[in-house]
């Protein structure tokens, strides 16, 4: 299940794509007016109610997990708060650890260019 909105495709997070799924998710919320919902109490506005606070909160929480991918969905499936969901992925994929450095120093030596696709997909894939 991707989302699609002209040429933009949603794609499920892992640690590869992680720093391009996160700002797309953020332009998602945006989208959706729920990006406040991710920063936490230091977003919220003093005038909002709580209850309409609580809806918007648990609509964000489910427009993340739509997008998580089902290997790390056990990890999310029961967190109701957007913040904490969000921080627990971020977590999850930004982590600076050997094991994904050497993932990616080895998708870099073996990254080559495939004929016939176009260059800028190539860029892409290289940054």
Same mark, same amino acid.
């Given at each position: ?8 495709? @949603? @794609? ?8 391009? !799924? ?5 332009? @998602?919320? *945006? ?5 406040? =919902? ?28 739509? !997008? &998580?991918?089902?290997? =790390? *969905?056990?990890? &999310? ?6 913040? &904490? ?15 994904? +450095?050497? *993932?990616?120093?080895? +998708? ?8 016939? /696709? ?6 892409? /894939?290289?940054?």
């Amino acid at each position: 299940m991707e989302e699609s909105s002209g040429s933009n495709i @949603m @794609m499920k997070p892992m640690t590869s794509n992680y720093s391009i !799924w996160k700002p797309r998710m953020e332009d @998602m919320l *945006f989208f959706h007016d729920l990006e406040g =919902v991710i920063l936490g109490d230091s977003a919220k506005p003093s005038i909002m109610i709580d209850k309409k606070r609580k809806k918007l909160n648990r609509k964000t929480v489910s427009r993340i997990r739509q !997008w &998580v991918d089902n290997r =790390v *969905f056990n990890h &999310v499936a029961y967190e109701t708060n957007a913040h &904490v969901l969000w921080n627990a992925l971020q977590e999850m994929y930004e982590r600076k650890t050997t094991q994904n +450095k050497t *993932f990616l120093f080895r +998708k870099l030596i073996n990254l080559k260019y495939n004929d016939g /696709t176009p260059i800028t997909e190539h860029l892409n /894939t290289y940054q």
